[in-house]
């Protein structure tokens, strides 16, 4: 039986119900606010992004301000959140919107895709959300009910899913309450149609749903192909001088942790360099080797406990334990940090 209101219909009346309402993202609901969020939750947790985006909007309370702050203040304020070239291209953005926008971002898609880091999902975001006009948006949580609910088989990273994906979502949207609609499905994806035990008996688009009927809903939607994942090892540099400070260097703007604060790191590839050999090591304070996934391969960091006196060069900087934590760091550099301030050197080492 073909049910008497459309996919947006039952799934707005849903939100009404049961959908969030008072993400801090949503009051007040501009393009800067839905735009900062939604580059904050690309691979990461509404519950993880809120206290971020709390502080974030304190220090950077609109596009203007963002885009003067110094980019070092930005990435300060994303430390730990990862995926740092989010946070570059934030800046950037808002500079371009700042200086040739007059701080207005664009109302339709190609406008918002031009900027720097928004693809076509968070264009879609911002124009549904901040200007509620109609754009459909394809973040993990909306591809989920979409497949499942149209039984659209394929993985989306090859152009002609992706088509077919962004053809049904269009095929769907409302024609009224934009803003609404991209919020609950996002919200339905996120509470009802979970990647594992989905409550399809709360949920308002079941009969019709094509996976369900199909008994399919373990499989969509499609996994991407796997791969076995790179392993990679590195040593981690801990220099210290007499006074307890650690050397630490700006990682270059391009490539992994790229301008974040770093101590120096040397590759298992690379020749362990001469001018170290003449630096006591630390031995007896050992601290404990960081392992870390990245999104393409896996890094594990033996720390090198060393004893040193001057900066080899001016892209290098001494900074107390504690203090070195106010800066950019990379999340596992800054969990290794923390075990400094916990267990500093003795001097005499
Ligand atoms: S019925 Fe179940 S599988 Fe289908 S869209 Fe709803 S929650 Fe997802």
């Known amino acids: 039986m073909t ?72 990435l300060a ?93 269009e095929a769907r949207l409302p024609t009224h309450r934009h803003a609404d609609y991209t919020q609950a499905l996002m919200d339905l994806g996120a509470t009802c149609c979970t990647a594992r035990r989905p409550q399809c008996l709360s949920c308002p688009v079941q009969h019709d749903c094509l996976a369900r009927q199909h008994g399919s809903i373990d499989h969509l939607p499609t996994p991407k192909p796997r791969r076995t994942r790179p392993r990679r090892r590195a040593q981690i540099l801990i220099i210290e001088n007499e006074a307890g400070d650690i050397l630490l260097a700006r990682r270059p703007q391009r490539g992994l942790w790229g301008g974040l604060w770093s101590p120096p790191v040397i590759d298992a590839e690379q020749c362990w360099p001469a001018a170290l050999d003449a630096l006591p090591r630390r031995d007896h304070a050992p601290l404990a080797p960081i392992a870390h996934r990245f999104t393409h391969f896996d890094l594990q960091m033996d720390p090198v406990r060393l004893l040193g006196t001057s900066p080899p060069d001016t892209d290098h900087i001494w900074h107390t334990p504690s203090g070195a934590l106010t800066l950019g760091l990379p999340a596992p550099i800054r969990r290794m940090i923390e075990q400094l301030v916990a267990h500093p050197a003795t001097p005499q080492a």
């Open 3 to 74: 049910p008497a209101l459309s996919f947006a219909e039952r799934v707005l009346q849903w939100f009404d119900a049961h959908g969030r309402h008072d993400l801090p993202w949503q009051q007040p609901r501009s393009a800067y606010r839905v735009w900062v969020s939604e580059i904050m939750l690309q691979q990461t947790q509404v519950a993880t992004v809120v206290p971020y985006f709390a502080r974030f909007m304190a220090r950077f309370p609109d596009v203007q301000t963002l885009a003067c702050a110094p980019l070092d203040e930005v």
């Open 77 to 169: 304020h994303w430390s730990g959140l990862g995926y740092y070239a989010r946070a570059r291209n934030l800046h950037a953005c808002a500079k371009v919107v700042t200086e040739t926008l007059n701080g207005a971002f664009p109302r339709t898609i190609d406008g918002c895709m031009a900027l720097p880091g928004i693809g076509r999902s968070t264009a879609g975001a911002i124009v549904s959300q901040a200007f509620d006009l109609p754009a459909p948006i394809l973040d993990g949580n909306v591809r989920r009910v979409l497949a499942r609910h149209a039984a659209l088989h394929g993985w989306p990273g090859t152009p002609a899913v992706s088509q077919a994906f962004w053809a049904l979502a």
